[in-house]
């Protein structure tokens, strides 16, 4: 009998390994931890250099605002490309015309939000880090004016990707995140006494023009890049109109983001950068994931639920299942040993134990969000697959409104710690929220 059970498994994981979706989840997944290996040493060579001191909070204030342009506007442009184009394809429609439209509101939108961002900087800073000294602004829109063009070449390139991704060809897609981490680390380790200060900012601009060659280059190699005339048809005009929602959600979440960055702004100087890398075990841990199963799922929903919508529900529900159960036991033993993952991972140079411990903790409380995070970030693959943005953009107010809440109780009593315990509440309430929802609309097809 065990010989017969031997076999099954054998054959349940033969037939596994040749499953298209398997494989690509598979393949995404190995490079995405090649890629956050080489992100931490990226930190570690960062932590040593700079430790906890205003060169790193000054730069993660001036990357803030483009990569909030960026998650609002570009990616839900992206993100409601994706199904849509399927849709366009799986018709036999106009494949050049809806590249090509996407490519120019994707532009539109990049330089708009370059303008924006140059315009906007200002009243920001004098709103957010009104108590900081002249300098601190200084540093911020020195390095601000070198990040902001990044806007212009992530729009195209998360373009690009989202047309090799469709194509099946997510092993190319994914190796263009490593780009922009080499860069970083060639201006660190060669370039630092060339550049001083600025060396963050230079080498973010340089890894994103690379990063943008790089998708380029096989998007017309592989000729999935195929421009024509821009044409507006039904699904063009559908992806239009989910676009108010959707970018309505976008700005919602990612104005948890800024309300935080205003809180800590009241706080002792170090404390946005203590959060930074507090936040970077749990970031491991979702971008593993999503990266893996996002990339991927994203496409492969959108073609399912125009061929069986009951199907596409039961996998996210699989997939919830199983990526809870294994968060959970995953969370918890990273929680034990989290002082001794931030020892060895930061602790050097200026980089003090009394750094640590404080990293340490924040990393604690943020780990213990990881498993509902990722199931809201799956859930919310799906209901963009089904064009159901409208109620993501309700649950984003709600989650913003929770969060402001929660801010102003939790920080007077628990300081930078009740700011980061308010975030991991949030993700909980929410993930509760979309599950709620996506399983009620289940119900109803059932």
């Given at each position: 009998?065990?010989?017969?059970?031997?076999?099954?498994?054998?054959?349940?994981?033969?037939?596994a390994?040749?499953?298209?979706?398997v494989?690509?989840?598979?393949?995404v997944?190995?490079?995405?931890?090649?890629?956050?290996?080489?992100?931490?040493?990226?930190e570690?060579?960062?932590a040593?250099?700079?430790?906890?001191?205003?060169?790193?909070d000054?730069?993660?204030?001036?990357?803030?605002?483009p990569?909030?342009?960026q998650?609002?506007?570009?990616?839900?442009l992206n993100n409601?490309?994706?199904?849509n184009y399927?849709?366009?394809?799986?018709?036999?429609?106009?494949?050049?015309g809806?590249?090509?439209?996407?490519?120019?509101?994707?532009?539109?939108?990049?330089?708009?939000?370059?303008l924006?961002?140059?315009?906007?900087?200002d009243?920001?800073?004098?709103?957010?880090?009104?108590?900081?000294?002249?300098?601190?602004?200084?540093?911020?829109?020195?390095?601000?004016?070198?990040?902001?063009?990044?806007?212009?070449?992530?729009?195209?390139?998360?373009?690009?990707?989202?047309?090799?991704?469709?194509?099946?060809?997510?092993?190319?897609?994914?190796?263009?995140?490593i780009?922009?981490?080499l860069?970083?680390?060639?201006?660190?380790?060669?370039?630092?006494?060339?550049?001083?200060?600025?060396?963050?900012?230079y080498g973010?601009?340089?890894?994103?023009?690379?990063?943008?060659?790089?998708?380029?280059?096989f998007?017309?190699?592989?000729?999935?890049?195929?421009?024509?005339?821009?044409?507006?048809?039904?699904?063009?005009?559908?992806?239009?109109?989910?676009?108010?929602?959707?970018?309505?959600?976008?700005?919602?979440?990612?104005?948890?983001?800024?309300?935080?960055?205003?809180?800590?702004?009241?706080?002792?100087?170090?404390?946005?950068?203590?959060?930074?890398?507090?936040?970077?075990?749990?970031?491991?841990?979702?971008?593993?994931?999503?990266?893996?199963?996002g990339?991927?799922?994203?496409?492969?929903?959108?073609?399912?639920?125009?061929?069986?919508?009951?199907a596409?529900?039961?996998?996210?529900f699989?997939?919830?299942?199983?990526?809870?159960?294994?968060?959970?036991?995953?969370?918890?033993i990273?929680?034990?040993?989290?002082?001794?993952?931030?020892?060895?991972?930061?602790?050097?140079d200026?980089?003090t134990?009394?750094?640590?411990?404080?990293?340490?903790?924040?990393?604690?409380?943020?780990?213990?969000?990881?498993?509902?995070?990722?199931?809201?970030?799956?859930?919310?693959?799906?209901?963009?697959?089904?064009?159901?943005?409208?109620?993501?953009?309700?649950?984003?107010l709600?989650?913003?409104?929770?969060?402001i809440?929660?801010?102003?109780?939790?920080?007077?009593?628990?300081?930078?710690?009740?700011?980061?315990?308010?975030?991991?509440?949030v993700?909980?309430?929410?993930?509760?929220?979309?599950?709620?929802?996506?399983y009620?609309?289940y119900?109803?097809?059932?």
């Amino acid at each position: 009998m065990s010989i017969f059970k031997l076999q099954y498994i054998r054959n349940k994981i033969n037939d596994a390994l040749h499953n298209p979706l398997v494989k690509n989840m598979m393949i995404v997944a190995i490079i995405a931890i090649l890629i956050k290996v080489i992100a931490f040493y990226k930190e570690t060579i960062i932590a040593g250099n700079f430790g906890l001191d205003e060169v790193i909070d000054t730069f993660l204030v001036a990357i803030l605002i483009p990569t909030f342009i960026q998650s609002v506007f570009v990616s839900s442009l992206n993100n409601l490309f994706i199904p849509n184009y399927i849709a366009e394809l799986k018709s036999n429609g106009n494949k050049g015309g809806f590249q090509s439209l996407i490519i120019t509101i994707t532009v539109g939108i990049s330089l708009f939000s370059c303008l924006l961002a140059y315009l906007g900087t200002d009243m920001f800073l004098n709103i957010v880090y009104s108590e900081f000294p002249d300098n601190y602004y200084a540093l911020i829109k020195e390095q601000l004016y070198f990040v902001m063009p990044c806007l212009f070449f992530w729009g195209i390139s998360i373009a690009l990707r989202g047309l090799l991704e469709v194509s099946n060809r997510f092993l190319v897609a994914t190796l263009s995140e490593i780009i922009p981490l080499l860069t970083m680390i060639f201006f660190l380790l060669f370039l630092k006494d060339n550049f001083g200060y600025m060396v963050l900012a230079y080498g973010t601009l340089a890894g994103s023009i690379l990063g943008f060659a790089y998708l380029l280059f096989f998007s017309i190699k592989y000729n999935d890049l195929t421009l024509s005339k821009p044409v507006l048809n039904d699904n063009s005009r559908l992806m239009i109109n989910q676009l108010p929602p959707k970018i309505s959600s976008s700005f919602l979440s990612a104005m948890n983001n800024y309300i935080d960055q205003f809180f800590v702004g009241q706080l002792a100087v170090g404390s946005l950068a203590a959060i930074s890398y507090g936040n970077r075990l749990p970031a491991f841990g979702v971008a593993i994931v999503i990266m893996a199963l996002g990339s991927v799922l994203l496409p492969h929903f959108s073609r399912l639920v125009n061929e069986d919508l009951k199907a596409a529900y039961h996998q996210l529900f699989r997939a919830l299942k199983l990526i809870l159960g294994i968060g959970i036991i995953i969370v918890i033993i990273s929680v034990f040993m989290s002082d001794w993952i931030v020892e060895l991972w930061l602790e050097r140079d200026q980089f003090t134990h009394k750094d640590t411990l404080k990293v340490s903790t924040i990393q604690q409380i943020l780990l213990i969000s990881v498993p509902f995070n990722l199931c809201t970030l799956i859930m919310v693959k799906f209901l963009t697959s089904i064009n159901k943005n409208r109620f993501m953009a309700w649950v984003s107010l709600a989650n913003l409104i929770i969060n402001i809440t929660l801010n102003f109780i939790l920080i007077k009593y628990y300081d930078v710690y009740g700011l980061v315990l308010s975030t991991t509440l949030v993700f909980i309430l929410g993930s509760v929220f979309y599950f709620s929802y996506t399983y009620k609309q289940y119900k109803l097809i059932k």
